[in-house]
């Protein structure tokens, strides 16, 4: 019988192709300013993406021609200086260095005795401290922040139902729990209550003022007059909208958690890198209050994908939602199951990737001061691009621009609301098509928005004299 493995047959040739791979990426990531950002995907090449699944092996080299010719040239887009659509990270080369030694480690991540447990657990104890947050809190890196929402709200609803929730079920109980953010919130957060069996609808919306932050006072009597048939639970802040980049007042959502005995819920999924920003950190003030708090490594610290993170100040309220140690499982008194620190015991997955070495290895290649000029850089960018758009009289600001986030759209006599929605679609589908910039879009309050999130460390200012530019243009070569 003739034994098999996936090990290569050839060694040389596959050092030989790595270090083909390596050069490629080096010039891809290097030249990607002179690229367009994003290109529209022939039918021709489409088309070969059909087909049944291999029978035998290939040689090498040809899947990567493939990849090359079917992949790599169609990206997205989120490495090029001029994206700015929805909140997208740019990653870097030294980040990708540290997903090829952890992939190549094949190492998992959190349990047992091994390197990686320690370069995460460093890497959770320099998240607290970058955030001014509470040393003794437990910590766990997930796949992004709606992981961390979800993990967030589950420790919510287990430490304040009243009653063992792990055992008995919410179906034990007819305590309805309800939980309370801006009408603002990310979907993420929907999805968590949905998935906690709370149920969309006692995610309570409160509605926002003219800077899209959550109105207090409506939030309190929301609180009370559900105290009669409800438990309120937790207080989602927000620290950076998706739609506008708001921050809701952190301090006094605190507060009320606090007079409430309710928990009190961050996201901060991009938002909270502005606590690192020398002059933009008072926008994070009060952050550190959360009981807990999500935000991304992959969106506003540059990570490549995925990572995001959750703290939770409780270490001991965070362990009691989820520690689990089956038989099979157990830490032991000393070797390889004799490490301290057990991740799956302080969320959902069990196996899962290295994360944390390229997020470890990257706030060493450039130290955390030079990540907080570079959030402030973004945010600069951001006051530059509403000051040009301020100047323009065919153009106007549908909200306020309060971190990173520019909402505007093209103004055209004579059109309806509708028209007037449609056309600036159009505006921002050409611009796409053009391969020019990409931001993406929203609707506020009925008005179709093209929207420029930047958290972006490639972009310069003159990109955005280029972006304001082509929207004159495009506007000019439609025909109503
Ligand atoms: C992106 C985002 C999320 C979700 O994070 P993922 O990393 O995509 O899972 C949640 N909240 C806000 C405000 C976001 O911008």
């Known amino acids: 019988m003739i034994e098999e493995t996936l090990d290569p047959e050839n060694w040389e040739e596959m050092r030989a192709l790595g270090h083909h791979i390596i050069d490629n990426m080096v010039d891809y990531l290097k030249n990607i300013r ?12 489409k088309k070969r993406f059909r087909g049944s699944i291999p029978k035998e092996g290939q040689d090498i080299y040809s899947i990567y021609e493939e990849i090359k010719e079917k992949v790599i040239a169609f990206r997205l887009g989120n490495i090029h200086p001029c994206f700015w659509g929805w909140v997208f990270g740019t990653g870097t080369l030294y980040g990708a260095y540290g997903d090829l030694i952890a992939s190549t480690m094949n190492a998992t991540s959190g349990d047992f005795e091994h390197g990686a447990s320690y370069i995460e657990n460093q890497v959770i104890d320099w998240v607290k401290e970058m955030l001014g947050y509470d ?21 919510a609803r287990n430490v304040k139902a009243g009653f063992d929730l792990r055992e008995e079920g919410l179906q034990s109980d007819s305590t309805k729990l309800t939980y309370y953010g801006s009408e603002e919130m990310h979907s993420s957060l929907q999805k968590a209550v949905e998935l906690l069996g709370i149920g969309n609808k006692n995610l309570r919306r409160i509605s926002v003022n003219e800077k899209f932050q959550i109105n207090l006072d409506e939030l309190k009597e929301a609180i009370e007059s559900d105290k009669k048939n409800y ?11 998706v739609n506008t980049g708001a921050v809701d007042n952190l301090n006094a959502l605190a ?4 007079q409430q005995n309710m928990w009190f819920h961050i996201d901060g999924a991009f938002g909270a890198l502005t606590k690192v920003s020398p002059m933009s950190h008072h926008l994070a003030d009060g952050l550190e209050r959360a009981d807990s708090i999500a935000f991304d490594f992959h969106k506003w610290m540059y990570v490549n994908y995925a ?18 140690s089956p038989d099979y499982c157990t830490q032991g008194i000393r070797g390889i199951t004799g490490g301290k620190i057990w991740f799956s015991d302080y969320g959902v997955n069990m196996s899962g990737e290295f994360k944390a070495l390229k997020i470890w290895m990257s706030l060493k290649e450039h130290g955390i001061k030079k990540y907080g000029r570079l959030v402030e850089q973004n945010i600069q960018q951001a006051k530059y691009l509403t000051g040009l758009i301020k100047k323009e009289e065919s153009l106007e600001l549908l909200a306020p621009t309060s971190m990173n986030i520019v909402c505007f759209r093209y103004k055209k006599e004579g059109l309806g609301k509708e028209e007037l929605n449609k056309f600036n679609e159009e505006i921002l589908l050409q611009m796409h098509e053009r391969g020019i910039a990409v931001p993406s879009h929203t609707i506020l309050r009925g008005n179709f928005a093209i929207r420029v999130a930047i958290t972006n460390h490639r972009s310069k200012t003159g990109d955005f004299d280029v972006l304001i530019n082509a929207v004159k243009e495009i506007a000019q070569d439609i025909n109503v």
């Open 255 to 258: 507060d009320i958690a606090e």
């Open 135 to 155: 040393p003794q809190a437990s910590g766990l890196i997930t796949r992004g922040a709606s992981m961390a929402n979800i993990i967030g709200l589950t420790v």
């Open 34 to 45: 002179e690229q367009p950002v994003w290109r529209p995907i022939p039918p021709e090449v």
């Open 231 to 241: 438990l309120p639970i937790c207080i989602i802040g927000n620290l950076g909208t």
């Open 307 to 324: 990572a995001g993170c959750v703290l939770v100040k409780s270490a001991k309220d965070h362990y009691q939602t989820f520690a689990l």
